[in-house]
């Protein structure tokens, strides 16, 4: 599922641009990717666009839940603190990365999956993209991994 998204995001300029449902289905699997993958990308996708981002009225101390904590590890949850601190991410944003990964079928997520999650996070809110965040985002992504 991961090369999946990557494909897309390095394939459309923005996140609404790819084609939707069948034919983007028919697409990916023409390329290459497995059905079960797109099936499971294409949920994950969908459930990514219809996820309301949370507002806060200021930024305050964010505890994790013993749940996040087992499903993401340190390493993640250290990466997305630095993501926070460096204004990459708001902490709207970050509650919806942490969703995303908490509907993630694996436990506990890599760092290079998490990456990609916050990278498709990004990608979905028209957010600015400085190219070295991208290369950061990107770069455990370029070997092949499965959701299995």
């Given at each position: 599922?991961?090369?999946?998204?990557?494909?897309?995001?390095?394939?459309?300029?923005?996140?609404?641009s790819?084609?939707?449902?069948?034919?983007?289905?028919?697409?990916?699997?023409?390329?290459?990717?497995?059905?079960?993958?797109?099936?499971?990308?294409?949920?994950?996708?969908?459930a990514?666009?219809?996820?309301?981002?949370?507002?806060?009225?200021?930024?305050?101390?964010?505890?994790?839940?013993?749940?996040?904590?087992?499903?993401?590890?340190?390493?993640?949850?250290?990466?997305?603190?630095?993501?926070?601190?460096?204004?990459?991410?708001?902490?709207?944003?970050r509650?919806?990365?942490?969703?995303?990964?908490?509907?993630?079928?694996?436990?506990p997520?890599?760092?290079?999956?998490?990456?990609?999650?916050?990278?498709?996070?990004?990608?979905?809110?028209?957010q600015?993209?400085?190219?070295?965040?991208?290369?950061?985002?990107?770069?455990?992504?370029?070997?092949?991994c499965?959701?299995?």
């Open positions: 599922m991961i090369d999946i998204l990557v494909y897309l995001f390095e394939n459309y300029s923005d996140f609404s790819h084609p939707e449902g069948d034919s983007l289905a028919r697409k990916l699997s023409a390329v290459g990717f497995d059905e079960l993958e797109i099936g499971a990308a294409l949920d994950w996708l969908g990514l666009r219809q996820s309301p981002v949370p507002v806060f009225a200021s930024r305050g101390l964010r505890i994790f839940t013993e749940a996040e904590r087992e499903r993401l590890g340190e390493g993640c949850l250290d990466f997305l603190i630095f993501l926070e601190r460096a204004e990459v991410i708001d902490p709207p944003l509650e919806l990365v942490l969703d995303r990964c908490l509907d993630l079928p694996e436990a997520v890599s760092l290079e999956r998490f990456k990609v999650i916050v990278l498709m996070v990004l990608w979905s809110r028209d600015e993209l400085d190219p070295l965040i991208v290369e950061e985002l990107l770069a455990d992504a370029a070997e092949p499965s959701f299995h």
